[in-house]
């Protein structure tokens, strides 16, 4: 375990709605990395908050938001889904900025029908 | 885009022997990384080594670096069942700081 959790662990929707995918990194950790993983992308880094601020941006789509809010925790929106967003999406937390170990959460595993 | 890039794909092998796992990459990179991910499952941290770093151990796994050729090796001694997982190579590019940048991982099975 962790230490990072996530929530929900399974979410099967349809085109063209939205969604909220959450994240509670360790204790003491102030970065958050949220990841895309599919069969024909691989894993992709999608984006980086530290702090509360955004710190770091990936191949994250304009359809796709996210934020870390006072408590630490983090949210990853996506909206008007598409087929090919269906993947599993992970959060990382560290302690600092970067260049450190990043510590994965289960994962959320989204359908899009 | 993919910084490194695994060889092999897949590798299966017997309980007991040896595996190795190669990383190539094509920038200047911080630091390497190793992760390794159970079907389906979260990515587990495995191993750092700095760019500063040719080898480093830990347990049953030992990590080389040659930054001249961009390369990494993943080596893990006396292979057990329970070591079947995907391994991913991960760098953090002097260019991208912050980003950690995932290879397409090796499918290692290790038959009991």
């Known amino acids: 375990d962790s230490g990072v959790t996530q929530t929900p662990k399974h979410l099967i929707t349809a085109t063209g709605q939205r969604v909220t995918l959450r994240c509670s990194p360790r204790?003491?950790?102030?970065?958050v990395y949220w990841y895309q993983q599919s069969l024909d992308q691989g894993l992709q880094f999608l984006i980086q908050?530290?702090?509360?601020?955004?710190?770091a941006k990936g191949n994250i789509l304009e359809r796709f938001s996210a934020q870390q809010f006072p408590d630490l925790h983090s949210e990853l929106n996506l909206s008007s889904l598409e087929l090919g967003d269906s993947a599993l999406y992970f959060c990382?937390?560290?302690?600092?900025?970067?260049?450190?170990?990043?510590?994965f959460g289960p994962g959320t595993r989204l359908l899009v029908l | 885009s993919q910084q490194g890039e695994e060889d092999p794909q897949a590798l299966s092998i017997q309980e007991g022997e040896n595996a190795t796992m190669n990383c190539s990459y094509k920038?200047?990179?911080?630091?390497l990384q190793w992760y390794r991910q159970n079907s389906g499952r979260g990515l587990v941290h495995l191993i750092l080594?700095?760019?500063?770093?040719r080898e480093k151990h830990s347990g049953r796994l030992r990590v080389t670096l040659d930054t001249s050729k961009k390369s990494s090796s993943l080596l893990i001694t006396a292979s057990r069942a329970a070591d079947t997982a995907s391994y991913f190579c991960?760098?953090?590019?002097?260019?991208?700081?912050?980003?950690?940048?995932f290879g397409s991982g090796t499918q290692l099975t290790v038959l009991p």
């Open positions: 990382a937390s560290s302690v600092g900025a970067g260049q450190e170990t990043q510590y």
């Open positions: 204790s003491g950790d102030l970065s």
């Open positions: 908050y530290y702090n509360g601020e955004e710190r």
């Open positions: 920038t200047s990179i911080n630091n």
């Open positions: 080594i700095r760019s500063n770093e």
């Open positions: 991960a760098t953090d590019a002097i260019s991208s700081a912050r980003q950690l940048t």
